[in-house]
């Protein structure tokens, strides 16, 4: 089966689309992304404990979620965000009071080493390099060497070229929401990519001229590729000159891509396994 990828310019669209005109609402979306993010760090890893890390935009939103479902598997899960809780949006701040009533524990810096970091820090459409405290989680958890998943796409990790910035979760997994992301497909610095359905009907990928198979007829997470060893994530060097970024405000609705703007006409096309 044949899996088309998407820009971060068509999958805004296609989030667009979701909300305005088919009026799928954005708490729907986080939900199934969070509780696929949870499926994928306990399948891949079976952890016993896991910190999120979470961003202030819907990205870090859908690590809220998942840390929820964390903890109803039995996981140790504590959240670790980027932001005060003042700055984060109305859904999230939402999904994070829940977690407080739950007794999950909630800080802004990272404590013990767990077995797995959820990294929903920054989303498809971030630009230029991590900065501030974004940059510093990431730093601090890289230095305690555990097992990382990223929801969407890693942190750190440019879209348009295919490079990575520094800092970057480098060498994570990575449960890629709706479709792959174009320039992420056999990047050698992703040690695995899963896509998940979190929903997006195809009269969606319609309306931005996609023609998506039914990817999800038997699971609701595909593995679309794998390094074969830790060895042939190669070091790339990071971008120079790159812009530093408003850290991201939304998935969903982000501010503009620094994404070009390609057709479908030149999506590259992967195979499923």
């Known amino acids: 089966m044949t899996i088309p990828t998407v820009t971060a310019q068509q999958m805004k669209e296609a989030d667009r689309i979701m909300t ?24 891949i890893f079976s952890p016993k404990s896991a910190v999120v890390l979470v961003g202030p935009g819907n990205n870090g939103a859908d690590g809220l979620v998942a840390a929820r479902y964390l903890h109803n598997k039995n996981i140790n899960v504590e959240v670790v965000l980027s932001t005060d809780e003042g700055d984060l949006s109305e859904i999230g701040a939402g999904h994070l009071d829940t977690l407080k009533r739950m007794g999950i524990p909630v800080s802004n810096s990272i404590g013990k080493r767990p077995d797995v970091f959820i990294d929903c820090l920054l989303g498809y459409n971030a630009k230029g390099a991590p900065h501030g405290r974004v940059a510093e989680l990431i730093r601090e958890a890289k230095v305690l060497e555990s097992s990382v998943i990223s929801c969407d796409v890693p942190s750190g990790f440019n879209l348009t070229s295919g490079q990575w910035h520094d800092p970057a979760f480098k060498g994570s997994v990575c449960v890629t929401l709706g479709l792959p992301k174009k320039g992420m497909i056999l990047n050698s610095g992703i040690k695995m990519t899963l896509v998940g359905d979190i929903g997006i009907p195809p009269e969606v990928y319609k309306k931005i001229g996609v023609d998506v198979p039914n990817i999800f007829l038997d699971k609701d997470l595909v593995e679309i590729a794998k390094q074969e060893d830790e060895e042939s994530i190669t070091e ?26 390609d057709g479908p006409d030149d999506m590259p096309f992967i195979e499923s396994n």
Do not use: F, H, K, Y
């Not at 009026?23 to 399948?43: D, F, P, W, Y």
């Not at 060097?237 to 991201?248: K, L, M, R, S």
């Open 20 to 43: 305005e005109d088919l009026n799928i609402s954005v708490i729907q979306i986080m939900e199934n992304a969070g509780r696929l993010l949870a499926n994928a760090a306990q399948e």
């Open 236 to 261: 790339e060097q990071p971008e120079e000159d790159a812009e530093i970024p408003e850290e991201e405000s939304d998935d969903d609705s982000e501010e503009e891509s620094n994404q070009s703007d």
